[in-house]
């Protein structure tokens, strides 16, 4: 989903650096060093100075430990010591984004700036039209009284030269629900939790990689490191992320050192499968609307800023909660990672007892360059565990409801009602008013697929490959065989 | 006229370092390189090992190596090598 830019290859580097010195035993020793060792004295900065960037460095270090950057409370603190509380917890901060208060200041406080366009005019209607007087004309050119201004943009609308521009705040205009923030005394963004819905668009929108995600990397790592039973449960989305078939993924996550890998698409199909009956229950029942309840950045959507749309939110546990449940019944011994392409998940795996860790698609691949896994070099993994083809669907747009209603389909009911299936592919501002009609009940369709990411979870935050490619990698999956049961 | 190769390394490291992006070269080519330019995907180039990952993704336009591969710089490249041609 990110497209390629510094920042981002930081993050990426910097991933690869913490798994090979910590699965080399030499992370606590060196992790201090690495801010250093990437910024050397005497070198260009990207920020205002070397020292700025070793301490944007130093941070975001610590939420790859996972570990809250705003719970800093003693600035000599140094990462090693930090890394000896990782290695001791047994769990994780709730808040699972963190802004990087030094990456963040540099983001304009207002939004309206008068460019070199502006010609002075004689009629100046910015200066006329402006309702609080901000406006006034020296030397020659428009000039915004800033202590004035309230962000209205008539300026903007009357200028004839189109001299007047918004200038966004990425993170802001991502936010579907106006969860972020300028705290106006620290001049930082904040996140407030009570609003987030962990959908990731700010972390993705930020030019600066300002906001951080808590990573469980070393958890993970850790539990590889003691050969403890551990098994990675690969979300649907996973064949559009890397160029090699399935089988081969499996085979690279297996030479990681996981001792098991399994496909969410099963647990997929168990949600298809419950979220029919539950469809066809609540129809006979008389409710007008169900809506799906597998993408948690949704859900939350639903619960905190669309209630009354929460009783036809469908109850069926998502693939993820079905997948690690299985798995945990199997061998309880075991532990179970979700590698996805989620922010969400992350906080929904916090309420999931079945679910130890989540990873993410990019830090997977770190892992795959930091240990020096080629797909090419690895036996592929044959994958047996029977899925549908509708289960690895899933990832698509789309993909949920073709595969419950197909479940009603082969389930041969008579006693199924009329579906008319209704779609939202993406969860921007415009949506969440969308769905707060469809509280009211005035929209047409008693079925509701929500996804939160634009194309599915193949558009997550997390994902490193091509949405596009990434989209027809599903498709083809979708339209196979699956795994046929014995 | 021959055809220029253009073997881009899909191997993890280069994957994950850029290569991702470059998978869909062939939809930026301009026109007039469309005809006449091969684009393949390969397994690790065995690069990365010695360079370490710093300068991922490489790519090889002929036999001539890239390294921190852009669309640019491989279009460039094409250019270079198909001069006199
Ligand atoms: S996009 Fe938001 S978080 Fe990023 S620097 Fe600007 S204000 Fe800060
Ligand atoms: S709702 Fe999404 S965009 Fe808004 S603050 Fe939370 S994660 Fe960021
Ligand atoms: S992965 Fe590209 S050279 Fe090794």
């Known amino acids: 989903m990110q497209d390629k830019n510094d920042a981002n290859r930081m993050r990426k580097e910097l991933l690869i650096r913490i798994i090979k010195d910590f699965m080399e035993d030499k992370l606590a020793e060196k992790i201090d060093k690495i801010p250093i060792e990437l910024r050397p004295k005497g070198e260009p900065s990207s920020r205002c100075c070397t020292y700025k960037d070793r301490a944007v460095l130093k941070y975001r270090l610590m939420a790859m430990l996972g570990v809250s950057v705003e719970d800093e409370e003693d600035e000599s603190k140094q990462l090693s010591s930090y890394l000896e509380d990782v290695l001791k917890r047994n769990s994780f901060d709730e808040n699972i984004l963190s802004v990087l208060d030094v990456a963040c200041t540099s983001c304009v406080t207002s939004r309206y700036l008068v460019t070199n366009a502006c010609r002075g005019c004689f009629a100046r209607p910015c200066v006329f039209n402006c309702p609080k007087g901000a406006m006034s004309v020296i030397d020659g050119k428009s000039v915004i009284d800033y202590s004035k201004c309230i962000d209205c943009g008539i300026c903007t609308q009357v200028c004839p030269y189109h001299a007047v521009i918004r200038v966004p705040i990425p993170c802001e205009e991502a936010c579907p629900v106006g969860a972020i923030k300028r705290n106006p005394e620290t001049d930082v963004q904040e996140i407030d939790f009570g609003k987030c819905v962990y959908c990731g668009k700010c972390m993705v929108a930020c030019p600066f990689s300002a906001i951080l995600e808590k990573s469980q990397i070393i958890d993970v790592l850790k539990a590889i490191k003691e050969k403890k039973k551990i098994t990675a449960m690969l979300a649907p989305s996973v064949v559009g992320q890397f160029p090699v078939p399935l089988e081969q993924i499996a085979g690279a996550v297996l030479a990681l050192g996981f001792t098991g890998v399994e496909e969410v698409a099963f647990g997929a199909d168990m949600t298809s499968e419950h979220e029919a009956e539950e469809f066809v229950e609540r129809m006979n029942a008389g409710d007008k609307l169900m809506t799906t309840s597998c993408c948690p950045s949704y859900v939350e959507t639903v619960k905190k800023h669309v209630p009354g749309l929460l009783k036809a939110v469908s109850e069926t546990p998502s693939p993820m909660r079905y997948t690690s449940q299985t798995l945990k019944e199997e061998d309880p011994d075991a532990l179970t990672v979700f590698v996805g392409p989620c922010v969400a998940k992350r906080k929904e795996a916090l309420n999931d007892p079945n679910t130890d860790f989540v990873l993410t698609f990019e830090e997977l691949a770190a892992m795959f360059v930091a240990l020096g896994v080629q797909f090419n070099a690895v036996q592929p993994h044959e994958l047996t565990r029977p899925v549908k083809s509708t289960g690895r669907g899933y990832a698509t747009s789309c993909g949920v409801s073709s595969a419950v209603l197909k479940e009603m389909k082969d389930a041969g009911r008579t006693d199924i009602p009329d579906i008319n299936a209704q779609f939202i592919n993406g969860v921007d501002k415009k949506a969440v008013k969308l769905l707060q009609m469809y509280a009211t009940g005035k929209m047409p369709g008693n079925f509701l697929e929500v996804m939160a990411c634009e194309g599915g979870c193949v558009g997550g935050p997390c994902t490193i490959g091509k949405v596009k490619l990434a989209i027809d990698a599903v498709k083809k999956y979708a339209d196979g065989p699956g795994i046929p049961k014995k | ?85």
Request: glycine letters at 8%; charged letters at 25%.
């Open chain 2, 1 to 85: 006229m021959q055809k220029t190769k253009v073997t881009i390394c899909v191997g993890t490291t280069c994957y994950l370092l850029g290569a991702a992006d470059l998978q869909e070269l062939e939809t930026f080519l301009p026109e007039d390189l469309k005809e006449c330019v091969e684009v393949i995907g390969s397994h690790c180039l065995g690069v990365c090992k010695d360079n370490q990952y710093g300068n991922a993704p490489f790519v090889k336009v002929d036999d001539e190596l890239i390294a921190n591969a852009t669309v640019g710089a491989i279009i460039e490249k094409i250019y270079e090598h198909r001069k006199g041609e």
